[in-house]
């Protein structure tokens, strides 16, 4: 298993990136976050990365943090998910925002990617839901939040209400479960607008 590669980048391409090692030119593929994160490094470079083996080949996967690794794995692991939608999907989302999605079951921020269709979206939340709750290290505060609405029609109808707006399921539900959950529909909305807006 090859953990990381460092070296020279040479070449960027649209999904991909060329590091030169030890006189090798190694064709990694990667995400456009990663892409822009070592965009303006002329120096060397550090990727983490996941080497995948197949009949048709091996290929490099390469991410600038291990969260973001951590991410692609665990997306990849969903039975239909490949690697060019596990880095489509990660070129949208940083690995805590992926890991809100699939805590508020949020699916329609997977379908956004390219290649990823409603059924893979939800196959997604339905397999990593306990996964990503574990991986506590870079869900950050999202790990401590509760994102059920359950028996509260008040936050339901506050998520809704914010999502007619144009946010996410996963953005609403991430701001109103910051909020006292005894608040009325319009101090929820009214709160969860001004922490999104504050972000």
């Known amino acids: 298993m090859i953990y990381s590669i460092r070296g020279k980048i040479t070449h960027i391409g649209g999904d991909f990136v060329v590091?030169?090692?030890?006189?090798?030119?190694?064709?990694?593929?990667?995400?456009?976050?990663t892409i822009g994160d070592i965009r303006s490094n002329n120096d060397e470079t550090t990727l983490y990365t996941h080497l995948s083996v197949r009949e048709d080949g091996i290929s490099l996967?390469?991410?600038?943090?291990?969260?973001?690794?951590?991410?692609?794995?665990?997306?990849?692991?969903?039975?239909?998910?490949?690697p060019k939608a596990?880095?489509?999907?990660?070129?949208?989302?940083?690995?805590?925002?992926?890991?809100?999605?699939?805590?508020?079951g949020d699916a329609k921020a997977f379908t956004q990617a390219k290649g990823v269709g409603p059924k893979a979206a939800q196959r997604i939340i339905l397999e990593l839901k306990d996964?990503?709750?574990?991986e506590t290290e870079f869900l950050g505060e999202a790990s401590s939040l509760d994102f059920s609405?359950?028996?509260?029609?008040?936050?339901?109808?506050?998520?809704?209400?914010?999502?007619?707006?144009?946010?996410?399921?996963?953005?609403?539900?991430s701001a109103v479960a910051r909020l006292d959950k005894t608040l009325?529909?319009?101090?929820?909305?009214?709160?969860?607008?001004?922490?999104?807006?504050e972000r």
């Open 19 to 33: 590091i030169e090692c030890a006189g090798i030119g190694y064709m990694v593929n990667t995400t456009l976050t």
């Open 61 to 82: 996967f390469g991410f600038s943090t291990c969260d973001e690794l951590k991410a692609y794995e665990l997306l990849i692991s969903v039975s239909g998910v490949g």
């Open 86 to 104: 596990g880095l489509s999907i990660l070129s949208l989302l940083t690995p805590q925002s992926f890991a809100v999605a699939v805590a508020a």
């Open 131 to 134: 996964k990503v709750t574990k």
């Open 149 to 173: 609405t359950e028996g509260l029609p008040d936050a339901r109808e506050a998520v809704l209400a914010l999502t007619a707006l144009g946010y996410s399921q996963s953005e609403a539900a």
């Open 184 to 197: 009325s529909v319009e101090e929820l909305i009214k709160g969860a607008l001004k922490a999104l807006a």
